[in-house]
């Protein structure tokens, strides 16, 4: 992807190199093509938004609009927590200046913290049910 229209950080155009705020950038505008449905340069991003969709879904952030930039496709499948969370992932990774977007470090952090609540939350939901079928055993003994 690097080097490819729409992946390439805002002003490594023309220098080719690679930074670590340069090497978050591609992997967010993944993140932001997985949750609107849309690739990364097209028509209908207008010029406004620096024509592609990093600056749409900035613009749309900024306007405290950005459920509105999630594919309506996959947020009928019931995961619009998961999508905002990436939306949010994919934006701080494609920030204007480098020195604000998320390290790669930071990003593998989230997840892995993101990953450990919800195994902690299904034990805990597993151990509750658990817990809840042996009182209602003793209630019925």
Not at 25 to 43: A, D, F, M, N
Not at 49 to 70: A, E, H
Not at 74 to 84: F, I, N, P, R, T
Not at 105 to 132: G, N, T, W
Request: proline share 5%; charged share 20%.
């Amino acid at each position: 992807m690097g080097g490819t229209v729409g992946y390439v950080p805002p002003g490594c155009g023309q220098t080719w190199k690679a930074t670590p705020g340069g090497d978050v950038y591609s992997p967010g505008v993944v993140l932001l093509e997985l949750v609107t449905g849309k690739t990364p340069i097209g028509r209908e991003f207008h010029e406004s938004c620096g024509g592609n969709l990093v600056g749409w879904v900035r613009s749309q952030v900024k306007d405290q609009c950005g459920f509105k930039c999630l594919d309506p496709k996959l947020l009928a499948s019931g995961v619009k927590s998961e999508m905002l969370e990436t939306l949010r992932m994919g934006y701080l990774c494609t920030a204007e200046l480098p020195t604000k977007r998320l390290t790669m470090q930071q990003v593998v952090a989230v997840h892995a913290i993101d990953y450990l609540v919800k195994v902690i939350c299904f034990h805990v939901h597993e151990y509750m049910k658990l817990a809840s079928d042996r009182v209602r055993i003793t209630e019925k003994a």
